[in-house]
């Protein structure tokens, strides 16, 4: 098994405060009476804004790339691993074993959803660019 790389450990310093961001954003909103939908719209956005922000300039350092072509990439895969492999990973769990307490199977969905975030954010999202090959110079042969 591999060891945590620094890019690792930058990902879920991200992702903690994101999720602080959308945690702390939808109390408080919703505590200050705002509906709990928009409330939770709000917060969410805030916070994948913000994990936008972080995981392009900090986490994965791809402030060279397009930026649009990364954000429309963000939240695809972001918007798709929060309402296809979440739902999924719940539904599957909670099939597997009926009756288990309800935050098990999204515990389960939050940790299958960092792992695909991870991944298609570092090899689509915010992939570096290969280097460009290097010209092989041939001698010329005597003659």
């Known amino acids: ?7 690792q450990v930058r990902f879920g310093v991200v ?3 994101n999720t602080a961001i959308d945690a702390l954003g939808y109390a408080l909103l919703a505590t200050l009476g705002v509906p ?3 409330a939770n719209f709000i917060s969410t ?3 994948m804004l913000l994990s ?3 995981n392009r300039n900090f986490t994965f350092r791809a402030k060279d790339g397009d930026i649009r072509r990364q954000a429309i ?3 695809a895969v972001t918007a798709f691993g929060l309402w296809v492999v979440h739902a999924a990973v719940i539904f599957a769990v ?3 074993f009926p009756g288990i307490n309800v935050f098990i199977p999204k515990l389960g969905a939050i940790a299958v959803g960092m792992v695909w975030n991870y991944v298609l954010y570092k090899k689509v999202v915010f992939r570096q660019g290969t280097p460009e090959p290097t010209a092989v110079v041939q001698p010329r042969s005597p003659g």
């Open 73 to 75: 990439l963000f939240f």
């Open 45 to 47: 956005t805030a916070g």
């Open 52 to 54: 936008f922000t972080l």
């Open 94 to 96: 909670t099939k597997l």
């Open 15 to 17: 992702g903690i405060l």
């Open 1 to 7: 098994m591999k060891p945590i790389n620094g890019t």
């Open 36 to 38: 709990i939908f928009v």
